[in-house]
């Protein structure tokens, strides 16, 4: 009887918890190259007691046309804060027992925590705008492309 009850709780436990394949799943999926690739950046990210509005301070930058001296000060003084947030995680969905629902909300978190910085590093250096003004170029071009071949299509199709 002691037997079944111990094996009822060693496997009550490996449901509750995440595995170390699973951790290493996680932890893996955070360092490949397309991580960030449907990742909500979080509204508000705490650290050291302090909350502050991440994903409306990000829309906000990448709004604007040209930034300040202090913007982009203020913008690396926001990456150090997120980045010391995301080694927190990091550490933690390393490290401490997690359930499956816990380790995904931390990973999404991490991710989005991650892909912060790397929007606030494109926002900062100019990469974003460019990238911007490329897809938007790109996306005019095949719009015109489209239409001329709707005009063709139309003009064969009416003869």
Request: net charge negative; glycine share 4%.
């Amino acid at each position: 009887m002691e037997k079944s009850l111990k094996s009822n709780e060693e496997e009550n436990f490996s449901q509750k918890y995440i595995t170390d394949a699973e951790r290493r799943e996680l932890l893996g999926a955070l360092h490949c190259r397309l991580f960030w690739v449907g990742q909500h950046i979080p509204d508000y990210v705490e650290f050291e007691g302090e909350k502050y509005p991440l994903h409306n301070y990000v829309w906000e930058l990448i709004q604007k046309d040209t930034l300040t001296e202090t913007e982009k000060s203020r913008i690396d003084k926001c990456i150090d804060i997120i980045s010391a947030k995301e080694q927190e995680d990091e550490k933690e969905l390393e490290e401490k027992p997690l359930t499956h629902e816990q380790a995904e909300s931390l990973y999404h978190e991490t991710a989005g925590l991650l892909r912060a910085i790397a929007d606030l590093k494109e926002i900062e250096s100019g990469a974003l705008k460019e990238s911007s003004k490329r897809f938007q170029e790109q996306f005019v071009s095949q719009r015109v492309k489209d239409a001329k071949l709707w005009l063709e299509f139309i003009k064969n199709v009416s003869k």
